[in-house]
């Protein structure tokens, strides 16, 4: 089948620009992972503040994973303090962007904007761009070049940034998961095991039904503005300025 489009979820990652990247390549700052609990209140708070920014109502409204995924994007931009890119959907079409783009000084761009790029990358995922990219996969001789794990070791030419400035953001909503029974009663928890992989994340309903968990992978030095960010942005007030 001929290529019909560019699928540049599998070109090379962005690299972080500057200085000190030989820091992290010598492990000075390893990467660790993190759960963050949502309460689908708390998630109704973000489709909120969505809507209020949008001019028009939007039809079909967007989904928890689309307001995850975005407040997710942006926190983890303002923890990073740095250049991020974002692969919006688990199967491809990446969105780049970089951080002046998603945060602009003084005034945060709003949610919204970070919600309708991830939009904007699924409604990408036609059936049409899938097919293409079988195409580009089976045309490939060394399977190994298309592995994520390629894209998990970018540790960039330096820079006060330091480790690997993408994220990846995979779901797990919606999967019968919790509906597995091995003999000792339906599972508490599930979740990926330690992930080892700086940005990466996933987005899982919750064993009760009522909210949802990300778990993600981040710069150990990271994780605590992230988990202070993660909360405090569902809380902030909104902002309100001619500038955003």
């Known amino acids: 089948m001929p290529l019909r489009f560019h699928h540049s979820e599998f070109d090379p990652p962005p690299l972080w620009l500057g200085t000190k990247a030989k820091a992290a390549s010598q492990g000075e700052d390893k990467a660790s992972d993190t759960l963050l609990r949502l309460t689908k209140a708390q998630v109704e708070k973000l489709k909120k503040k969505v809507r209020n920014f949008d001019d028009k ?115 797990w909503k919606n999967f019968a998961l919790y509906d597995a029974d091995f003999g000792w009663g339906k599972p508490v928890h599930i979740g990926p095991g330690p992930i080892n992989t700086d940005g990466k994340a996933f987005i899982m309903d919750n064993g009760n039904g009522d909210g949802f968990n990300v778990a993600i992978c981040l710069q150990a030095s990271q994780l605590n503005a992230l988990n202070k960010l993660f909360y405090e942005d569902i809380e902030e007030k909104l902002l309100h300025s001619s500038k955003l």
């Open 57 to 171: 109502k939007l039809d079909p409204p967007y989904t928890s994973f689309e307001v995850i995924t975005g407040h997710l994007w942006k926190c983890v931009c303002k923890a990073r303090h740095g250049t991020v890119a974002m692969e919006s959907n688990q199967q491809g079409c990446p969105r780049w962007l970089t951080v002046e783009t998603v945060w602009s000084h003084p005034f945060l761009k709003p949610l919204s904007f970070a919600v309708k790029n991830v939009r904007q990358a699924v409604e990408r995922m036609s059936d049409d761009y899938v097919r293409s990219a079988l195409a580009y996969i089976a045309q490939q001789k060394d399977m190994n070049s298309l592995r994520y794990p390629s894209h998990s070791s970018v540790v960039g030419t330096g820079g006060p940034f330091r480790g690997n400035p993408n994220m990846y953001i995979v779901s």
